[in-house]
């Protein structure tokens, strides 16, 4: 299981590379407007879009380095809550 998640942290650069092709699409437009409440939404928006790629990057990595999903534990605890079977090994008759 851990390759694949090696897999998916390589494959985050895609994202990452969208969000950032689209921010910088958000600022050139945002040059050629005159209204400054538009040119602030445009920064705005621009800074929200490097912070999703930099959360997307760094998940990339920590996939990449340790082999794990950032999710997969919170996850994992969260069905042993809901199902309690799951928290004891099965008894052998």
């Given amino acids: 299981m ?9 494959l985050a650069i895609i994202p990452t ?3 950032l092709t689209v ?12 209204a400054p409440g538009l040119k602030i939404f ?3 928006l621009a ?16 996939m990449m380095a340790t082999g794990q999903h950032p ?7 969260m069905m042993q809550m809901r199902h309690p079977m799951m928290q004891q ?3 052998k008759p």
């Avoid at 851990?2 to 390589?10: C, I, P």
């Fill in 17 to 19: 590379t969208l969000l």
């Fill in 23 to 34: 921010s910088f699409f958000v600022l050139f437009t945002m040059r050629k407007l005159d």
């Fill in 71 to 77: 999710m997969m534990q919170m996850m994992q605890q």
């Fill in 89 to 91: 090994p099965m008894m």
């Fill in 47 to 62: 800074v929200l879009l490097w912070i999703a790629a930099a959360i997307v990057f760094s998940a990339g990595l920590y």
């Fill in 2 to 10: 851990g390759g694949s998640f090696r897999l998916f942290g390589l």
């Fill in 42 to 44: 445009g920064y705005v």
